[in-house]
């Protein structure tokens, strides 16, 4: 039976409804005219995002560079641009969200981190820079690779952890935190924290070019994960999140509350990690957010309608192994961990020339 022609509305909006895969969403809305036309007219695939994600409702604009004539219009108005009539409006939006359900939901799930941007203290750097957490191993050869902390008398002073994510959208599904232990430290010591929290955001406009300021202070935070205790344990430790988190911004800081190891040789209590994970789905090739605000407002950017999960599968196998150097910090780090075992030749002198050659003709 054609419920949408036969049934009211409201019947009609209920049952339809309680479709939550959006390509079961996209099939319905492809049965006939009339169910497209219902879909788009209720705007039931923005819908669906929002109860997916309700960090969506911060779209208050969609901006569309899809074609030639770009064209923006502010999310859940049929009257915000002379250009399109309500139709217009309502089909184009249906084609967005219809794409960012099915990119939140079915891209690849993958590592999300891009970088490693600073943390908020370092006890010998390079040599234990927050750089090397981007590496799974706790050791390179014979050299171990970790991040370190400064020590501090207190157990109370946290430590944080700033990582640049893949995507202005990145949805998380899996956070993990390996602490390090110290093999080379007698009784073998591990430096892990009580705690741990994490933070998702954005970098603050106003506070950006700020010099005045921590670095971790010119963002955003837009989610607060609860604390999930740390184990005292050498092994990637996996947080579980009640649900997956959509990062809208693509920085996250990771806190570090509570000492709980101090270091034989100074006693000082000292916070060491020696890789941190994680996991979700990038749609840095489908959508870019703009201008953020205080407010948690934002613009949500369309740069392809093509499938994002196509598209993530095509930069994976193009990406390299290797990861790029961003600046002297990493190289330094990269020359200190994986030293070059070459032998320097030193030229002759001119006065050491002169004497060969003198010999020669002796």
Not at 148 to 174: F, M, N
Request: proline share 5%; with cysteine; hydrophobic share 35%.
């Amino acid at each position: 039976m054609d419920f949408v022609n036969n049934l009211d509305t409201d019947m009609s909006l209920a049952i339809l409804s309680c479709l939550d895969d959006p390509s079961d969403l996209v099939r319905a809305s492809a049965v006939s005219r009339s169910w497209r036309d219902f879909v788009i007219k209720y705007s039931l695939s923005k819908n669906l995002c929002l109860k997916l994600f309700h960090q969506l409702t911060s779209v208050d604009r969609i901006i569309d560079t899809s074609n030639d004539m770009k064209e923006s219009f502010e999310a859940g108005s049929s009257s915000s641009s002379s250009l399109m009539d309500d139709t217009r409006v309502l089909e184009r939006e249906h084609r967005v969200y219809a794409l960012l359900a099915k990119g939140c939901t079915s891209s690849p799930i993958r590592s999300c981190i891009a970088d490693a941007i600073i943390a908020s203290s370092t006890d010998n750097f390079p040599a234990e820079s927050i750089l090397n957490t981007l590496d799974e191993r706790d050791r390179i050869g014979g050299t171990p690779s970790y991040w370190s902390s400064t020590g501090h008398h207190k157990t109370s002073v946290p430590e944080t952890l700033l990582y640049q994510l893949k995507a202005d959208l990145c949805v998380l599904t899996e956070l993990s935190v390996q602490p390090f232990q110290a093999y080379f430290q007698r009784g073998t010591p591990i430096y892990s924290s009580h705690y741990v929290r994490f933070r998702l955001g954005h970098l603050d406009s106003n506070q950006a070019e700020s010099g005045k300021i921590p670095v971790e202070n010119k963002y955003i935070w837009t989610y607060t994960s609860q604390e999930f205790p740390m184990a005292q344990e050498n092994r990637l430790q996996n947080f579980k999140l009640p649900e997956p988190v959509l990062c809208i911004g693509g920085y996250m800081l990771v806190e570090f509350l509570g000492r709980v190891q101090t270091q034989e040789m100074d006693g000082l209590y000292y916070i060491c990690v020696s890789h941190v994970k994680v996991m979700g789905r990038s749609l840095a090739k489908s959508f870019q957010v703009v201008d953020p605000d205080e407010s948690g407002k934002f613009g949500l950017k369309v740069l392809s309608y093509s499938d994002p999960q196509e598209m993530e599968e095509e930069a994976e196998e193009g990406r390299s192994p290797f990861r790029p150097m961003r600046n002297l910090e990493q190289l330094l780090n990269f020359l200190h961990r994986h030293p070059l075992d070459v032998e320097y030749v030193w030229p002759e002198s001119d006065d050491e020339e002169e004497e060969a050659e003198s010999d020669g003709e002796v």
